[in-house]
């Protein structure tokens, strides 16, 4: 399946913009992933620089991945999870002047700290809360970080998108599968997730690594996790009919030899 038109590049990898433009894919905004790039005295570098990879890249498809340090929409602080609320304000403004009508969150869930029932809970209400003044073109693509199996990612997207539909809204949660954190986060093989999952994947972040830890590796890297070929098929084969890919090893260049040498591009 030829994924083309589909297919991004996270600008955290070496070359990015070059091969953005060279390769006409779409464009993953990684700028403010560090939240200090959205405060004074860095905002303005920061948009500076995301316009000039816009212009230079020349991508009409453009995903803005939102902050994550330290931002835990299910705290049990009232006032932490209003510094995340900010945050994540912030990064829908971003979104909405760039032209990404996708935004790429983290779900904060760190295990032995939250229990599931409470991460699930107050996950829920963030993101409820969070979502009733965006737009209903605006989708939230939740990514898999430190959760050790999909049953939890399911219930979660699941129960962010009934909440929606008895508030009278269309589907706007979909899941940002992540291999490689899969990979190396979970004992669950990584197509085994994609099968649970299926269609609740929106997007993916294409990279993998050797179990050991979260690498951003090339595609074929020494001693794969998991096969990025039986990855890439079984999310072809059970993910959402639209689902799109971004490219997030820190050395996209060899991926894209890769998706050309497999005929995914």
């Known amino acids: 399946m030829n994924i083309r038109d589909r297919l991004y590049v996270a600008t955290v990898g070496k070359n990015a913009v070059s091969l953005i433009k060279q390769y006409g894919v779409g464009i993953e905004l990684d700028?403010?992933?560090w939240t200090e790039n959205l405060d004074e005295p860095k905002i303005a570098a920061t948009n500076k620089n995301i316009r000039k990879d816009i212009d230079e890249s020349g991508a009409k498809r453009r995903i803005l991945h939102a902050p994550f340090q330290e931002l835990f929409p299910c705290a049990i602080d009232p006032k932490i999870r209003a510094v995340a609320l900010d945050r994540f304000e912030a990064a829908f403004r971003m979104a909405h002047v760039y032209g990404a009508s996708r935004m790429v969150v983290h779900t904060g869930f760190v295990p032995n700290i939250y229990y599931r029932e409470w991460h699930y809970k107050k996950s829920i209400e963030f993101w409820t809360n969070y979502m009733q003044s965006k737009p209903d073109s605006f989708m939230l693509c939740v990514e898999n970080i430190l959760e050790e199996d999909p049953e939890q990612m399911a219930e979660l997207i699941d129960g962010l998108n009934a909440r929606e539909a008895e508030l009278g809204g269309r589907h706007r949660y979909g899941m940002c599968f992540d291999l490689g954190h899969a990979g190396c986060r979970s004992k669950v093989p990584v197509t085994e997730w994609i099968k649970v999952l299926g269609q609740r994947i929106v997007h993916t972040h294409l990279h993998c690594n050797d179990g050991s830890g979260d690498t951003h590796g090339v595609?074929?890297?020494?001693?794969?996790?998991?096969?990025?070929?039986?990855?890439?098929?079984?999310?072809?084969?059970?993910?959402?009919?639209?689902?799109?890919?971004?490219?997030?090893?820190?050395?996209?260049q060899a991926c894209l030899r890769w998706l050309e040498l497999n005929h995914y591009i």
């Open 31 to 33: 700028h403010i992933c």
């Open 219 to 252: 595609f074929d890297c020494d001693n794969a996790v998991f096969s990025m070929k039986e990855a890439l098929d079984a999310v072809c084969e059970c993910a959402a009919e639209d689902v799109t890919h971004t490219i997030e090893a820190l050395e996209p």
